[in-house]
Every structure is written in structure tokens, then in C-alpha cells.
């Protein structure tokens, strides 16, 4: 049988229970229909932040977006500040902290306080949740959509696509929301993986596997630097890792070389690093060459740099050259890697791509092709770095709709 309802929103993520919680708030006398295509809502809210939610940043800028939306996230920060979106989170109830990096989470340190919490502020009379119900098709119709499911069929004044992204498909993720609304007229720039490894070629690579450590690295295609990051880096079986690995692969674009350089001693300059690796040669003359980085780095970064220096471990500390301590103390900050691809959306927090920023009204959020029609979170093409920017704008975009109604 059809259903009618004033309002539709396509995905119960992060984005779509954050307009629901607001709009059933402030029009009480809309009926409005959730369709989630899992089991219950919010499963991929669940394993943001480790299972404990950055829900925001206090440091959130325009500085922190990239994608065809990032020239208008001015207007959604000027509609919706950190400082205004904890104000309705800690009206609906939740409690936050932040740390030293003004990363916000729930006081709980539980991603399900925040799920919580929002699908409490959705339990109204005039929400309706249809879950297990995969929207495959949308059409408007002279002046309501019509939404078929593979359970029903219903139709809507309005619909609010708040479908996420591909990533982390164990979760829910895929790109089922950009097929729609791509048949909906709109121009979807390709989704590809985003805040995730990066896979490497190197013949060292796999003996690194499991090390972390803390320092700078730096994106770099040919001689131009694209972006650089500072922090813990982690090594896998065949990639690059961390926070700060994770904002440079927003930049990767597909069939382009590219190269990682780490700085693992970035605060410390050349020729202080010939004094320290000389002091190294006298103190440990008597040991095999690896042993000259003995005290600075795990043993494996060293024979690492000591393979890549083409030096034989089989020489001695006090036999090395002057020549080959200058190689070393270049390559300790000079340690490159060439990119080899992304990794998959199996391991990505993120979607880069969505929906073309353009054809979005960002002080609503309502489609600038069709009527009536609002598009939220990761399906725009906008996509933030780690801290919290990412959940930020699913809230607050979803916010700005709610009002936008």
C-alpha cells in the first residue's frame, strides 16, 4: 500500500538522524519517514573514532575541506559553528569533551552515548523508521517523489538524500546514493576512497611492517610538495598509515605518480645530523654498520636506511666512509616511497567525490535542480580531514536542511 509522508529522508546515518532529531523538533506537525536499508540506523556511527566518536572540532575551518563544495563550507560554518552544534547536542542531551587537539567526543567515550542520544530525539510521533527497506529508486512526479524500495513504495513532498558514502562497506557503506541521484539529473564527481592507507613499492616496505614513528611526511608529485603532515606514521605490510598519512590521500589522484617523503628527524638539521651519526661511528666503531643508528631508531629503520644508503652490512661502524654518513644523514630525512594506489574502501573512513558542490544552495542544502530535493553529508563532494570535520559536516549539513525546510 502507498504511504504518504511530508518528508523522506534516504539513509538514518549520521547526517540523516541529525535532520530528523532537529526537524521533528521544529515542525512537529511534519510526517516524516526514515528509510535505512540496514538493520537499525547509525551502524556506521558506531565505528567512528575507534568506537568513540569525534563528533566535531573546536578548530573547525574553512582550511580543513577539500572538493567541489569546500569554496562554500564558509556558509555551513557560519550556519553552523562547532560552538552551535555542541549547544543542540547538549540540548538533545549529550555531554562532550575535547582534548588537547580539539577533537570532541561524547564524555562517555562510547560512539553509542551519540547514537544514542539521537535516536532518542528521533522517538517522536511523527517519525517513522523503515528499516531493512534499500531505496533503489527515485523519481519526482508533478509535485511529490516517489521512492521504491526492494520492500515498498512510497511518496514524499520533499527528500533529504543523506545516503553516506562507500567506505567502510562492513558497515553499510556503498554507492547505491550516488546512482540516485545521479538519475536524478545530478553530476556525481567519482567516488573514490579518502582518510585511508597508502599503498607503497619498496623493497623494505614489508620488513617495517607493524613500526610506527613520529615525524613529517610530505606528498610530493615530480618537484612540487602538494601537502605535508606531521605526526605518528605507521608502517603495514604494504602501506603507509596514521592520522596524518590518512590527509594526504585526499590529494592522491588516480594514475599519477607520486612519492611520500618522511622526515624522521624534521626538527633536527643536516649537519647536526653528521655530528650525532660521527658521535655514533666512535661510540660503536666495533659493531656491524646498522648499530651506527643505535639509540635514534628501531633497529629495523635502520637496516632499512642502511640497505637504501647501498651499504653493506657487513662493514663496519668505524669503516664507514664520510661520503656514506652524508647519505645517511640525507636519507633519515629524505626516506622516500613512491605511491603505488589507494587503498580500498574497505579500509577507508571516508568517500572523496559526491555530488558536484555547485549544484547545491548551501544555506539550505536543497538541490539547485530539483525542488524540493536536499542533499546532506557524504554524498556532497566535500570531504574533511581526521578530527571530527567530517562528522561535523553531516550534522551541521543536516541541521542547515532541517531549518531549510
Known sequence: MNKHFDVAVIGGGAGGLFFTAQAANKHKNLKIAVIEKNQRVG???????????????????????????????KNVLASCSTQRLLELFADMGLITRADDFGRVYPKSNQASSVLDVLRFNCDK??????????????????????ITTDKESITADKVIF???????????????????????????????????????????IKSLKGIRVQGEI??????????????????????????CVFNLSQYVEKDKDYTLRIKLMPETEFSEIIDILSNNQRVFGKLDAENIMTGIFHKRIAQALIKSARISFDKKVKDLTEREIKTLAKLINNFDFNISGLADFNNAQLTKGGVKGDEINPDTMESKKIKGLYIIGEAIDCNGDCGGYNLHFAFATGYIAAIGL
Open 43 to 73: 551502524k556506521k556511527l558506531l565505528v567512528t573514532g575507534n568506537g568513540r566518536c569525534n563528533l566535531t572540532n573546536l578548530y573547525a575551518n574553512e582550511s580543513d575541506y577539500h572538493g567541489s563544495f569546500a569554496p562554500f563550507i
Open 125 to 146: 510521533d511523527n517519525v517513522h523508521f523503515l528499516c531493512e527497506n534499500k531505496a533503489y529508486k527515485v523519481v519526482k512526479e508533478n509535485n511529490f517523489f516517489k
Open 162 to 204: 543523506s545516503s553516506g558514502g562507500a567506505a567502510a562497506p562492513k558497515a553499510g557503506g556503498d554507492k547505491y546514493g550516488y546512482e540516485l541521484l545521479k538519475s536524478l539529473g545530478h553530476t556525481i564527481i567519482t567516488p573514490s576512497p579518502a582518510l585511508c592507507p597508502i599503498n607503497v613499492k619498496s623493497e623494505y
Open 218 to 243: 610530505s606528498l610530493i608529485s615530480g618537484n612540487k610538495t602538494i601537502s605535508t603532515e606531521t605526526g605518528e606514521i605507521q608502517f603495514t605490510e604494504n602501506a603507509l598509515s596514521g592520522i
